[in-house]
Structures are given as structure tokens and as C-alpha cells.
């Protein structure tokens, strides 16, 4: 656990790996299932399963099925954990007695350490129609496959937008999307079928 605390990913992985961690014997092995996860986490089981496979792609630990039945994780955080026994830094030489005093540092306010931190991160600033926990579980999702840049979540945000416009529920979108492995938005087999209707409807 001591070398999983310090590092830095989504906080839903976060938490599966910390669970994880806890669990695992000294060589960093344990057998929990899903559903454990998902209790002890308080996350939904289809999260748990986005953030074990988040944590394999990135290297983070390794998921074997044995006999069938039950699943053997095994945490590799060692490659990746900051160093601990890291030197001091040099002390900076004493200012000599006539020298001015320095500038005082500009006050850093709640919104620019929110700005920062924002754009540090590279998230996105989502609209007010759009559920956090929908976009976190896309976010989750795509950041297991390859392409999820900057620009391809600024087009999957525009895409939302675009299929809520037309009738489509933004959380039936995305769900539609994992279960079926797409890495795109498409509108939802209700709002498809009540088009097909409505063309029907016209043409009577």
C-alpha cells in the first residue's frame, strides 16, 4: 500500500488498486471478486471492472484467470512509484545582510488554484445538463483504449450534446456504447426506433 498511495491516476482506479493492495499478500497477490470490490470501494461493479482494466493497460497490475472460477491479481506499482530515498536538497546560501528584500508572491486565490489544477490535469469543464458520474465512466472507459487525446474528448463532449438535442438520454448513450465496445457516441435504440416510427407515421 505504501507504494500505491503516492501515485497518480483517476480516482475510481485509485481506489480499486488501494483495495486491491490491502488485500494482497507479501508478494503482492490476491483472489477478490467483483462484487467485493464493488463493496468495499462503494463503486458499481461495471466501474470496478473499467478500473481493473485501466490499471492492466497501464501497467499497474497484471489480472489471471485461474481454473475458470476466480481471478488472481497481481500489483506491480514498483516501476512506477516515486523514489523515496531521495537525498535533500541543498540548503540555498544565507542572503547577504544589505541585500532587498524580496518581491511578496501575488495571492494565489480558490479559483486560480482550481484553474491550475484543471488544466494540469486536462479535463474538460463539463455543461451543466451533463451528469460528472456519466463523463467519469466514458472517461474511464476510453482511458483504457487508445486515442482518448484532448481533442478526442472535446468531440465526445460536442457529440453529447449533439444527441441530447435530438431526444437521446446522454446516460442510455454511453451505456450503449461500453456494453457494446464502441469507442464512439451513437444515438440510443429508443430514440432510433421512435425516428423509424415517427418516418412511418409520415408516410401513412
Known amino acids: 500500500m505504501s507504494a500505491c498511495w503516492p501515485l497518480q491516476m483517476p480516482a475510481t482506479a485509485k481506489a480499486v488498486l488501494i483495495s486491491l493492495a490491502d488485500q494482497a499478500n507479501d508478494e503482492g497477490v490476491c483472489w477478490p471478486s467483483v462484487g467485493t470490490m464493488s463493496k468495499r470501494t462503494c463503486l458499481s461493479e461495471r466501474a470496478v471492472r473499467y478500473a481493473i482494466r485501466w ?14 472460477r476466480s481471478t488472481r491479481y497481481t500489483i506491480t506499482p514498483a516501476p512506477r512509484a516515486p523514489l523515496h530515498d531521495v537525498p535533500p536538497a541543498p540548503r540555498a546560501p544565507a542572503p547577504a545582510p544589505d541585500a532587498p528584500a524580496p518581491a511578496p508572491r501575488a495571492p494565489r486565490t480558490v479559483k486560480n488554484r482550481q484553474q491550475n489544477r ?61 456494453e457494446r465496445g464502441w469507442t464512439g457516441l451513437f444515438p440510443s435504440a429508443d430514440t432510433r426506433k421512435g425516428s423509424a416510427n415517427d418516418a412511418l407515421l409520415r408516410d401513412i
Open 55 to 68: 490499471l492492466e493497460v497501464n501497467g499497474y497490475v497484471h489480472a489471471e484467470m485461474k481454473s475458470g
Open 118 to 178: 484543471q488544466k494540469a490535469a486536462g479535463r474538460l469543464e463539463l455543461p451543466e445538463w451533463l451528469s460528472p458520474e456519466v463523463w467519469h465512466d466514458w472517461d474511464a472507459y476510453r482511458r483504457a483504449r487508445k486515442g482518448w487525446t484532448q481533442k478526442a474528448q472535446e468531440l465526445s463532449l460536442q457529440t453529447l450534446s449533439e444527441l441530447r438535442e435530438q431526444g437521446n438520454d446522454p446516460r442510455k448513450v454511453v451505456d450503449r456504447s461500453i
